[in-house]
């Protein structure tokens, strides 16, 4: 069975690269952005057994952090009307606005990403002390935590509406350059930036899982964490690294989103069917079939909304029935073991 | 590797407090008092108020209660109850209207005229509504039954995404396809129930006293359905699945009926939401009002504890009107923008700190299968029972 899910999956892709390519170019954008999530939702949930419901929204409120960083603003008391909070932003350092090459953005953006990485890592591991931690010791079920990641969804939520409001946002409203590419296709100079920094972040998330002590200590807990435990890992400072790396790829992920797309409180949520549905392609637990089932998710979703029967308002719809074909057909994913 | 096993060690018991009763009477004197500040003193101006509130209060309360069945009976957990809201809701909708007519008015169904069956005690008046409630019920839990089959055997969490994933489906339909259900203009007018046979004025207390008595019905139900056999099957397996499987049971079947009758609740609960107000927009299903506010209300009441579910929905839902009130004060500006969005994160608050501070709820539920158990085995000599019970308590 897995097989052929796998071959009906080579056959589309042919299929959609012949066929649809422009949707296929826009597929693969999207599908490196979700599979920087969807890594690091696989990795939580590996290390952690459970789903973090949260995970979505922790991608906007990444992306909304960076964007407090670019422009120091935050919706004011009516609707439509900024407020300067910060005195200081990452634009005003010199020429962190002019716009690099043919993207619609300066160095800013990237300092933006990196602070956002790591304030957004900071919140999940305090997120964790403050609450998975306590619950941890309590010896609560899997069901408790994703209760309590589902109550601090809400929350993130709301607090990203508090702050920016529920109007959508951009970082910049510049034109957008296109490029072209080979094979008679074109692109948008940004997300041949989205594409490119999201492999990198990816490589660099994989020489961390792959190359070091650190990750195969990672990885030994989301493969079986009694016999990580027992073999002496120090399971809590793999807990709050894993958090810190989810926080990173997450921060990456939404603020590529942010560009891709724009900045919208409501996407959070909504994101978690693409989300889950590449961590559990891939096998949960499996960063490699995340990154692939991202790509896979990503790519699908793109082509079938292209579709004349389909409005593209059904793109996570597509993601839900991936996600329900796999569970039904291949439940330990398309790279995973049955166990 | 039990880490399926939901560890719900705290629905033990506790000595009766008096929070319960404290916060009831609290949400009270607010409901009472500030209409009445509001209105100025007019008695009828809260009445009015407060039988619209108890009216919803109702609606609410059988959906945390289908909820209940679900999660706090079985440990099956459902994260799009908004999915099976509007499966009901739109359901009882089409089969009691009249069929389409006029510009910008497109959905499906409409049987309401051709369910005028019965010659008697105008029969035109309830006999839709009830076809709809039963149809509305019937599909809800057909769909539960559909989404159980591929991911019930699997881990908890797969059904929980499974459930996000219906609801979200179904809000785009609802959306997208303009022929269904007349799209984001919504389907008006849904005929009332019984209308007609009271002044107008009155219908409000007629309206309650439907809402009411369907809550009542279904709650007894579930509390016979509890005590019985069947329940009792339930009750161990929320508080024990490994010991409840080793004793012979099918989990999954039990599970998947406590999925698809907690489902069927939800249906019947939509289908008297479509009937008390009496038209649906897509835009008030939200994931936030028609899921997270559910699961707010019976984790603050007590996961197990039917009447903890009720009394969650009618602190909450108090909670929400008081604040919804507070907006007519003259709050400071940086507040008055920002109160939906204020109640959304004490909601997403409450939800975790019930979890860390209070996990049983307002109301907490008493274990009953394994504390018999237990009580057995202590009777027994010691030698016997030591490793069992030490079992029971490690796992229970």
Known sequence: MGRGLL???????????????????????????????????????????????????????????????????????????????????????????????????????????????????????????????????????VVIFSIASLGLAIAIRSWVLIVWGPTPRKYTTVVRHSVDLPFDTSILADQLFILGAAITVTVLAYILLFRTKLGKAMRAMADNPELARISGIKTELVIVLTWALAGGLVAVAGVLLALQAQLDPQLGFVLLLPLFASAILGGVGNPQGAFFGGMIVGVVQAVVVTFDFLSPGYKFSVAFVILILILLIRPQGLFGVRQ | MNFTIPRLSHFGARPASLIAPATVAVVTILLILIPYE????????????????????????????????????????????????????????????????????????????????????????????????????????????????????????????????????????????????????????????????????????????????????????????????????????????????????????????SFVIGAAIMGAGGAIYAYASSSLTPEVFTHFFATFLFWAMLMLGGSGNNRGAIIGAYVLWGFWTITLQFQSYDLPDIVATRMPYLRELVLGALIVAVLLLRPAGLLPQKRQVSIWVERQLRRRPPAASGSSTDAARSSG
Request: charged share 15%.
């Open chain 1, 7 to 141: 071959l009906l999956i080579v056959v589309f892709f042919i299929w959609a690269v012949i066929d649809r390519r422009d949707a296929v170019v826009i597929g693969i954008v999207e599908g490196s952005i979700l599979a920087l999530g969807a890594v690091g939702l696989t990795l939580v949930y590996g290390v952690l057994r459970f789903a973090h419901f949260a995970h979505g929204d922790s991608m906007m409120l990444s992306a909304y952090c960076a964007f407090l960083l670019l422009s120091g603003v935050v919706t004011g008391n009516r609707p439509g009307v900024d407020t300067e909070v910060l005195p200081i932003t990452v634009s005003d350092l010199p020429s962190a606005t002019s716009e690099i090459w043919k993207f619609s953005f300066g160095y800013g953006l990237l300092v933006a990403m990196a602070l956002s990485a790591l304030l957004t890592a900071g919140v999940l591991v305090v997120l964790d002390r403050l609450v998975y931690r306590r619950l941890r010791r309590r010896n609560s079920g």
């Open chain 2, 38 to 257: 509001r209105s100025d003193g007019d008695v009828s101006g809260v009445m009015s108020f407060l039988v619209s509130f108890l009216t919803f209060v109702a609606i609410y309360a059988i959906f945390t209660l289908g909820l209940n069945v679900q999660w706090g009976y079985s440990g099956v957990f459902n994260f799009g109850v908004l999915g099976f809201f509007m499966l009901g809701a739109y359901t009882a909708a089409i089969v009691t209207k009249q069929p389409a007519s006029g510009n910008f008015t497109d959905y499906i169904g409409g049987f309401g005229g051709d369910l005028d069956l019965l010659p008697w005690l105008s029969s035109d008046q309830w006999l839709p509504h009830l076809v709809g409630l039963a149809a509305a019920a019937a599909v809800a839990g057909f769909v539960a039954l559909l989404l159980a089959v591929p991911t019930l055997r699997l881990r908890g969490d797969y059904l929980a995404i499974a459930t996000i994933g219906v609801a979200e489906v179904l809000r785009r339909v609802v959306i997208e396809e303009t022929w269904l259900v007349n799209g984001t203009r919504g389907l008006t007018g849904i005929p009332r129930p019984l209308d007609g046979l009271v002044d107008s004025a009155d219908y409000k207390y007629l309206l309650l006293a439907i809402c009411g008595s369907f809550l009542v019905l279904i709650y007894i139900l579930i509390e016979r359905a509890i005590r019985s056999p069947w329940g009792r099957v339930l009750m161990a397996l929320r508080e024990d699945e490994m010991a409840t499987e080793a004793s012979g049971k099918n989990v999954f079947a039990f599970k998947m009926q």
